[in-house]
């Protein structure tokens, strides 16, 4: 099974090996990022704003930290956002933090199939193939030399 880049390539190699058609899942993985990151800032200085932040369970509502769960949300959409951009840019810091974050949410979803037992099982594929992009074809988006 051959990809995109069967090796690395000296700096002077010459042409760069064409682009596969998974640029298109990785265009997706990024814009997911820059997508979902944005929102997650908007929720933590939503949350800052309130001051106040509750977490619903069947048996009752849990009162939360607000700053704690502000700011977390704000770093982990900045985080996000940072590695969209860079996914975008085929940078490699990027690839591995898109993982990272992909398979934590892959996890987090694993966790909710009892609840959405559908709409989780979507996800999961989804990131799987996001996982996959990002892990085999992460540098087709770079720009040829």
């Known amino acids: 099974m051959q990809s995109s880049y069967a090796a ?8 760069a090996p064409p682009m596969t058609s998974w640029v298109g899942v990785l ?3 990024a814009i997911m990022m820059l997508v979902l990151g944005g929102f997650q800032i908007l929720e933590g200085v939503t ?10 369970l069947a048996n009752g509502v849990v009162e939360l930290d607000y700053q ?7 770093i982990l959409g900045t985080v996000t ?3 969209g951009i860079g996914v975008f840019l085929g940078q490699t810091w990027a690839r591995v933090v898109g ?13 909710f199939l009892a609840v959405a037992p559908l709409w989780c099982s979507i996800l999961i ?10 892990a085999v074809h992460g540098r087709d988006v770079r720009s040829k030399p």
Do not use: K, N
Request: net charge negative.
């Open 27 to 29: 265009s997706f993985a």
């Open 99 to 111: 993982v990272i974050i992909t398979a934590g949410a892959a996890l987090t979803h694993f966790s």
């Open 47 to 56: 949350t800052l704003a309130h001051q106040e932040a509750f977490l619903s």
């Open 68 to 74: 704690t769960w502000g700011w977390s949300h704000v």
């Open 81 to 83: 956002v940072a590695t």
């Open 8 to 15: 690395e390539r000296p700096a002077d190699a010459g042409t």
């Open 125 to 134: 594929c989804v990131e799987v193939v996001v996982i996959y992009a990002l």
